[in-house]
C-alpha cells in the first residue's frame, strides 16, 4: 500500500487530479452497483413489491455512492489544500517578517516545487534582511568615525585647545570628504540597482577605456610604489558601452588591486577579444581571496574580512557599483583567486560592437 501511495505521489499534480476524480467517479459507480446489487438480497424478503425493490435498490445505492464519494472526495481534497494551506500560513508570517519561515514538503509535484521556491524566496528575503542590518552596522560605523574626528576637531576650537591652523582645516575637510564619497557611493549603488542611472550605450574602443583608467590611477600606483601594466592589443574591436562608466569600473577594481597589493608589486589590467564580446581583466599579486568568499566579493556591503574598516578594506559598495554597472551594460562579471596570498583576478565582459565581432 505504501508503495502504491508513493508511487502516486511521484506524479505531477495534473494526471494526480484527473486520477483522484477518476477514483472518486468510479468508488461512487462500483458502491452503486454493489449496493442495488444486493439490496433485494438482504432486504427483499421484508417488502413483497418487485418494484419497491428496485426503488429502494436505487436510493439506497445512491445515498451509498454519494457517501462513499464524499469521503474520496475529502481524502483527495486534504492531500491538495493541506500543503497550500501551509503555504498560505507561512507567506502570512513571511509577510509579517518572519524570514525564518519554512514550508514542509509533502509531494514532488507542482505543489511540492512551489513549496520548494516559496523555501527559497524565503531564505533570500532572510539573507536580505540579514545583510540590511549588517549594511546599518557598518553604515553607521563608517560615519560614526568621521563626525566623532569632526566633532572633537570642533570642540576643540571652540574651547581654544586646537588651533585654527590650516592643517587642522585640512584634516576636517578630509573627514568631511569622506563622508561625502561614502555618501556618494551609496547614491550611485542605489541608482545602479535599480536601473536608474543614466548610460550612454555607443560603440567604445576598450584600448582607449584602459588607456584612461590606467593614466588617472597611474599617480596612486607610484606613490605606493607599485607598478601598473597594461596589456592592449592591436587588433582590439569595439565594444557597445557606456566609456565613462567602463572606466569608473575600471578605476574600482584598480583601486581595489591596489589596496591589497604591497609594495613592490604589480598589478596588470589588459582586454582580450572572445567571441561576441570582449574580456577585460585586472589581475594582483596581492593577498587573495579564499575560495567561500569568492561568490560573495561583489555582494552589497560584504567585507572577506569584518574587521577591516572603510580605509584598508572598504565597505563593498564599490565592487557592487561594478557589478550593477557591468550587468546594465549586458555583461558579466566575476572573481578568481588560488587562495589567499596568491592574488587574484578580476573579470568582466561588454558584447562586441554589431559587426565588429
Not at 85 to 113: C, K, N, W
Not at 256 to 268: C, I, K, M, S
Amino acid at each position: 500500500m505504501r508503495s502504491i501511495l508513493q508511487l502516486v505521489s511521484s506524479y505531477n499534480l495534473r494526471p494526480k487530479l484527473f486520477l483522484s476524480h477518476f477514483v472518486v467517479a468510479l468508488v461512487g459507480t462500483l458502491t452503486f452497483a454493489v449496493i442495488y446489487l444486493l439490496e433485494p438480497i438482504f432486504f427483499g424478503g421484508l417488502s413483497g413489491m418487485g418494484q419497491s425493490f428496485a426503488w429502494g435498490g436505487v436510493v439506497l445505492a445512491g445515498f451509498g455512492a454519494t457517501v462513499a464519494a464524499t469521503l474520496a472526495s475529502l481524502f483527495v481534497a486534504g492531500r491538495i489544500v493541506g500543503p497550500v494551506r501551509h503555504m498560505l500560513a507561512a507567506t502570512r508570517r513571511i509577510s509579517a517578517g518572519h524570514y525564518d519561515e519554512r514550508v514542509p514538503i509533502f509531494e514532488q509535484d507542482e505543489l511540492g516545487a512551489l513549496s520548494e521556491s516559496l523555501n527559497a524566496m524565503a531564505a533570500a528575503l532572510e539573507e536580505g534582511e540579514k545583510q540590511r542590518r549588517e549594511f546599518i552596522v557598518d553604515i553607521s560605523h563608517e560615519l560614526r568615525t568621521p563626525l566623532s574626528t569632526l566633532q572633537g576637531y570642533m570642540e576643540g576650537l571652540i574651547d581654544g585647545v586646537v588651533e585654527p591652523s590650516e592643517e587642522t582645516w585640512g584634516l576636517m575637510y578630509a573627514e568631511a570628504e569622506r563622508m561625502r564619497r561614502l555618501v556618494d557611493d551609496l547614491r550611485q549603488l542605489s541608482q545602479a540597482e535599480t536601473g536608474r542611472i543614466a548610460l550612454d550605450i555607443t560603440p567604445t574602443s576598450p584600448r582607449e577605456i584602459v588607456e584612461r583608467s590606467a593614466e588617472s590611477m597611474l599617480p596612486l600606483f607610484v606613490e605606493k610604489s607599485v607598478k601598473l601594466i597594461t596589456e592592449l592589443p592591436e587588433d582590439i574591436f569595439p565594444v557597445m558601452a557606456d566609456g565613462d562608466r567602463v572606466v569608473q569600473v575600471l578605476d574600482n577594481l584598480l583601486r581595489n588591486a591596489l589596496r591589497y597589493t604591497p609594495t613592490g608589486e604589480q598589478v596588470t589590467v589588459g582586454v582580450k577579444a572572445l567571441d561576441g564580446e570582449v574580456l577585460f581583466r585586472v589581475t594582483d599579486r596581492g593577498a587573495g581571496i579564499a575560495p567561500e568568499h569568492l561568490p560573495h566579493v561583489f555582494e552589497r556591503f560584504y567585507r572577506v574580512e569584518k574587521s577591516r574598516s572603510r580605509d584598508n578594506g572598504g565597505s563593498g559598495v564599490g565592487l557592487a557599483i561594478s557589478r550593477a554597472l557591468v550587468e546594465a551594460m549586458g555583461g558579466r562579471i566575476w572573481a578568481e583567486s588560488e587562495g589567499p596570498g596568491k592574488g587574484t583576478s578580476f573579470s568582466f565582459t561588454l558584447p562586441a560592437a554589431p559587426g565588429e565581432s
